[in-house]
């Protein structure tokens, strides 16, 4: 039985924990577990979808397997050390640690990348390097057990290349296969260095105002 866990926390992005749990929750003998402070549901930065923790964290304090997804609501964690304390913790005994989007900010404030190559959201390098990280703009980024994933598709990504890891290449391929990951994006604008000046900072622009107004809600 492989045990893996997926923290869920008020604003969070949905894709981050869904995208690797339709991977991850494929593999022979893995049972995907979400969890948060407390069981209950946990709602999305929109508030428009929720998903429920069906564990606190302390009723899995040792997964084989930690996911991290990202979401506006990781600026709030970097200071919660329940949260933090708890990834710090599980990291001492997982088989991998793993994060998405933002979530590597949460894995940074834990200690667990001080000095390592990870990869964050392109918005969020500054930050993921202040927090001790080496930043660098690669999809996936592996570091021994630790994998990082750049932002929210990318997750679907980082969990192909772990259920690799874990099961082989042929499982991984046949996982790929099943959920028909094969992408073909109508533009080719998924990174700031294709996307051009204007939507880089049209989206820089977005992303601040949408922060700036959680943050004021909060």
């Given at each position: 039985?492989?045990?893996?866990?997926?923290?869920?926390?008020?604003?969070?992005?949905?894709?981050?924990?869904?995208?690797?749990?339709?991977?991850?929750?494929?593999?022979?003998?893995?049972?995907?577990?979400?969890?948060?402070?407390?069981?209950?549901?946990?709602?999305?930065?929109?508030?428009?979808?929720?998903?429920?923790?069906?564990?606190?964290?302390?009723e899995l304090?040792?997964?084989?397997?930690?996911?991290?997804?990202?979401?506006?609501?990781t600026r709030?964690?970097?200071?919660?050390?329940?949260?933090?304390?708890?990834?710090?913790?599980?990291?001492?005994?997982?088989?991998?640690?793993?994060?998405?989007?933002?979530?590597?900010?949460?894995?940074?404030?834990?200690?667990?990348?001080?000095?390592?190559?990870?990869?964050?959201?392109?918005?969020?390098?500054?930050?993921?390097?202040?927090?001790?990280?080496?930043?660098?703009?690669?999809?996936?980024?592996?570091?021994?057990?630790?994998?990082?994933?750049?932002g929210v598709?990318?997750?679907?990504?980082?969990?192909?290349?772990?259920?690799?890891?874990?099961?082989?290449?042929?499982?991984?391929?046949?996982?790929?296969?099943?959920?028909?990951?094969?992408?073909?994006?109508?533009?080719?604008?998924?990174?700031?260095?294709?996307?051009?000046?204007?939507?880089?900072?049209?989206?820089?622009?977005?992303?601040?105002?949408?922060?700036?107004?959680?943050?004021?809600?909060?």
């Open positions: 039985m492989m045990r893996i866990a997926i923290p869920l926390y008020d604003r969070f992005t949905a894709l981050d924990a869904v995208g690797p749990y339709e991977v991850l929750s494929r593999l022979p003998g893995a049972t995907v577990h979400f969890v948060a402070d407390e069981p209950g549901m946990k709602r999305t930065e929109t508030g428009m979808l929720g998903l429920s923790a069906d564990l606190a964290l302390d304090p040792d997964p084989e397997i930690l996911v991290v997804p990202g979401g506006y609501g709030a964690l970097l200071d919660d050390e329940q949260f933090v304390g708890w990834v710090r913790r599980a990291h001492e005994t997982s088989e991998w640690t793993t994060s998405v989007c933002t979530g590597s900010l949460v894995l940074a404030a834990a200690g667990i990348l001080d000095g390592l190559e990870a990869t964050t959201h392109w918005l969020e390098h500054d930050l993921l390097e202040s927090l001790g990280a080496r930043p660098t703009a690669r999809r996936v980024v592996e570091q021994g057990k630790v994998i990082t994933a750049a598709s990318s997750g679907i990504d980082m969990a192909l290349v772990l259920a690799a890891h874990v099961a082989g290449d042929d499982v991984a391929k046949a996982i790929q296969l099943g959920i028909e990951y094969d992408p073909e994006p109508p533009f080719d604008s998924g990174s700031p260095t294709k996307a051009g000046a204007e939507i880089v900072e049209l989206v820089t622009k977005l992303a601040r105002a949408e922060q700036a107004e959680l943050e004021g809600a909060a």
